[in-house]
Structures are given as C-alpha cells and as structure tokens.
C-alpha cells in the first residue's frame, strides 16, 4: 500500500489477539473488495501456489500418475497389505492348531502317553513311540514331551481343549477373509476409520470446488469505458461517468486533442474485461482487451495503436468490435465501403496472431467500413452517404470462411459509398446523422425488406444544409448517444431528445458546429439514469 502497488486501501489495522492473527483492511470509498482481494492474493504471501508430480514407483518402474489411479494403486497396496498379514495369521494359527491337536491327544490319552515315555531309554524313544502309537508329527510328539507336569492337571488339560477349539474358529474366519474381496475391502476402510478416529483432527485447509489462477482481468474492476479513436490512428479509454449528458444543440465538449491534418474517427463503448476484435480496412483482423488500452485524460490524443497491434503499413481500424466470449451461434457480419457484404462464424476467430488473421477478402479498391454481431437469421440493413438505405434478410448471406471476398449487399450510384451497417432490430429505431450536425429517427418498419443487391430507399433528403450522411445506427429509446467531430468535440445526449420522424425528411440540429467543422463519427451507449445538465455558456 505504501509503495503504491495496490491502490483503494485506506487504512490498515492489526488486530491480533490470543485467538489469533487478524489485519482489518479498511477499503476506499468506491474501491471494489474482490479486486482489492485479488491484489493482496497476488502481491502478497497470503496465496502461495506450488506445482505437485504425482511421480511413483509401481510395480519397480517409476510412473507419473492421475490421482485416481494413485488412490487406485494405494487402495490395491492395502488389498496386498490385508491379504499377505491373512496369510501369515492363517499360518501361524494352523501351526498352533497342530500342536494343540497333539497335546489334545496326549491329555485325552495320559496314562498310555506317561506309560511310553517311562519305558523309552531316551528322549529319542520316546518320541518315535508316541508317533508310532498316535499317529503324531515330529513336531507335535515334541510338543507332548516338552509338556510340563503342571499342564496335566484337569484345569490345564480343559484350557489346552479350549484354546484348540478357539484356534479353530479363527482359522475359519481368516479362511473366509482369503476367500471374499469384500470382507478384505472392509477391514482395509475399518482400519483407515480408526487411524482417522486415532490421529485425525480438524481441517486446517478449505476445499474447493473450484480454484482457477489469478488472471489480470481479476486484478482489473470492471467498468464501462469510452474507446477513442482518431483516423491517423491514436487510441485511449476513458471512464463513461468524465462525459456528462448535455441536450441536444449544445456544444459539446473536447475529447482528444488532435493535429491539424487529423480527426477523431471513431468511438467505441466497451467493458474492461471485453475482447476487442479490430477490424482493419484491408479486411485483417487484430485481437485486444479493453484494458490493455491506455487510459488518458479527456483532452489528450491518446497512444498510436500501432504501438498495440502489429498493422501493416496502410492498414488503418476499420471497426472496434466488444466481445464477452466466443461461443457457438453467433456470427460476424461485415460490409465494405463499396457495398460488399459478408457473414462469417464468430468461433472462426477465436485464435487470432498476433499478426492478425484474414477476416474476409478485399478488393483493391475497396476496404472494410463496419462489422457486428449476428444472432440467427435477422435482417441486415446498409446506408450510404447519399442518404439510401436498404434492407434485406440475413439468410440471403450465407456462411463464409475467413478469406471469402463476400456478396453485393447493396447497388451503389456512381460516387455514393457505405457509411453504416446495423443487424436489424425491430424495437428500435434508426438513427441518420449527417456531416453539418443534422440527425433524425426513423422507425423501423419503414425500412420494407427487400433483395439483396438492390438500390434500397430514401433514409435522408441529402442537401448542402444536411451535407452528406455519416451515420447510419440504430438506437432505441433507453440509449444515449455521442456525437464526436474533426476537432475532436464530443457531445453526449439521451436518444429520446431526438425526433422520430419519416424517411425523406431532413432532420433536426443535434449538435452546433463552428465553421468548418463536421460531425465524423456516432457512437451509441446506454444513457445514465441522470439529470440533463444545462448547455455550456447558457
């Protein structure tokens, strides 16, 4: 916090007692927990991560195993363990039971034993007599002569039967143990249970279902930010909340400073944790986060993007695309200045170089002017800077790959060129800015479908007062709107300050221009739930 590495904290406390450690963390009004969290997990001990081999010796060869196969092999460790121990008690125990059985026979016969042993001359003697009258192994005849006196008394003689029919219940039991998996298996979690009930103690660790690495988007709040982009190529971002809303006619106020022989081009809203495709005009395309962009202040010109993607020479950003993740069923749909249109699979660039990748063909006198996001099968709609517009079904566009040239989307008068594409939707209206700072609505159902190909219909009356058309978007009545221009004058207004009218109208002043001065690009966002400020120097 004192070096500055971690920003949002306010104080710091330690309040450790007998119980134990506890630092209380007192957050900055407006810092997020998770973020700041997540930066004391990464600059701090207070995560430590650390890589486990499963390296073992199986069977004499070392193997590298999955934990499964690890709890397997441990689980047939113990089988082995169970099953080995059985067998040495199972043997041990017939051992004794047949000893047992020859001192049985020699209680049960005592005068006739103590008669041979009596006579025999030696030790010798005697054992070969009792194994010669009983039926006795060498080791059980020695048994009966290592007997000692006090064994022969009734007590001794009734505890040497007893133990004889014990031995025979455990070897029955241990036999069956050889002979079931299960009884095995039993006795191997019988015992695990007691070791835990023996040794176990409370948990000290969490487990998890979970627990992904931290990435950067972890270390980054996420917030809505303004992309500014200028046509010689400087980009920056900006929080949304440095614009205030103004009403329509106001001034506006300066977003990037720009050189003379430069204008602002483009304008963009996005999250810090989106992908941003940047779609170039020679139709490659460049894969970016929003927070890689720098942040500037308002009035700066920002940090030349070919110093964040490897352009070629001549490539300048055709259209800055948002995109939260890639996933099956959507689609790109792009447009050229000349009216060539086409409609690739979004998971067709979902791995990009950093090179860029091909995103569709360009003809040499041609390049690629918008591209957006495509669910389905909805309509498509192209307007030109002649103020004609032309609507058609998605359907009509098939499904290209990547390095496909695309199809006429609509048919150009000699001089006209594409200023906008929007993926038609019927709850909204469309928006028609021109160049001296005239703009209009227009509701959707007044745009009739038509084929693809065609010279479309009137979307503005085009006149030396509107100058040629800019913008064609669509909004609806929740969006706001920002208007940006060469200077670099940027205005902000709710959408439903802006009339909705018909088709062959001119429309109303949305934003005052200084002389020379023209609108170059419209961007659409959501509109706060805020009060209008009053236009600056009223």
């Given at each position: ?146 007997l000692r006196l006090q064994r022969l008394t ?196 979902s791995n990009p170089r950093a090179g860029g ?64 594409m929007e993926v038609v939707n019927d709850a ?111």
């Open positions: 916090m004192r070096d500055g590495k971690i920003e949002g904290i306010g104080d710091l406390r330690d309040e450790s007692d007998r119980e134990g450690m506890r630092i209380a963390v007192e957050l900055k009004r407006g810092a997020v927990a998770g973020v700041i969290l997540n930066q004391l997990y990464k600059h701090t001990p207070m995560q430590s991560s650390f890589g486990v081999i499963l390296l073992s010796i199986v069977q004499g060869q070392p193997r590298v195993l999955c934990l499964r196969d690890m709890l397997q092999l441990f689980l047939d460790h113990r089988k082995e363990v169970v099953t080995r121990r059985t067998v040495f008690e199972l043997r041990k125990a017939e051992e004794r039971a047949h000893i047992l059985e020859g001192l049985k026979i020699a209680v049960e016969n005592i005068d006739e034993v103590v008669a041979i042993i009596k006579k025999s001359k030696t030790p010798l003697e005697a054992k070969e007599g009792l194994m010669a009258r009983f039926e006795l192994s060498e080791i059980q005849a020695q048994a009966i002569l290592d009734g007590l001794e003689r009734d505890k040497i039967i007893q133990e004889w029919e014990e031995i025979q219940g455990i070897i029955r039991r241990l036999k069956e143990i050889l002979a079931s998996e299960k009884l095995i298996f039993k006795i191997i979690a019988d015992e695990l249970t007691e070791i835990r009930e023996k040794f176990g103690d409370a948990r000290r660790t969490e487990i998890m279902a979970t627990q992904q690495e931290i990435s950067v988007e972890d270390l980054i709040q996420e917030e809505d930010m303004v992309v500014t982009v200028s046509h010689n190529g400087y980009i920056k971002r900006n929080p949304v909340s440095l614009y205030r809303a103004q009403r329509r006619g106001g001034r506006g106020k300066t977003g990037m400073t720009t050189r003379d022989e430069d204008f602002v081009e483009d304008l963009f809203i996005a999250s810090t944790h989106n992908y941003v495709l940047t779609f170039s005009t020679k139709g490659k395309l460049y894969w970016l986060k929003v927070h890689e962009i720098p942040q500037a202040g308002r009035a700066t010109k920002g940090k030349a993007i070919i110093n964040l993607l490897n352009f070629a020479q001549g490539e300048n950003v055709a259209a800055i695309l948002p995109v939260r993740e890639f996933k099956e069923g959507l689609s790109i749909v792009m447009c050229t200045r000349n009216g060539t249109i086409k409609k690739t699979d979004l998971m067709a660039f990748i091909i995103a569709l063909g360009i003809e040499e006198n041609d390049e690629l002017i918008s591209a957006a996001l495509s669910e389905g099968n909805k309509d498509v709609l192209i307007g030109t800077s002649e103020g004609m517009t032309i609507r058609f079904d998605a359907q009509e566009v098939r499904e290209m790959g990547r390095t496909a040239y695309g199809v006429r989307g609509i048919k150009l008068e000699e001089g006209d060129f594409v200023v906008g909204a209206t469309i928006l028609t800015v021109s160049a001296n700072g005239m703009g209009k609505r227009t509701p959707t159902e007044e745009y009739r479908v038509q084929g693809r190909g065609g010279v479309g219909v009137i979307t503005m009356k085009v006149t030396d007062r509107t100058g040629k058309v800019v913008s064609v978007k669509q909004v609806s009545d929740t969006d706001g709107i920002m208007l940006i221009t060469t200077s670099g004058k940027i205005i902000r207004m709710p959408v439903n300050n802006i009339s909705v009218i018909g088709r062959n109208t001119q429309g109303v002043r949305l934003i005052n221009l200084e002389p020379g001065e023209q609108v170059s690009a419209v961007a659409k966002l959501a509109e706060a739930d805020e009060e209008e400020e009053k236009v600056e120097g009223e």
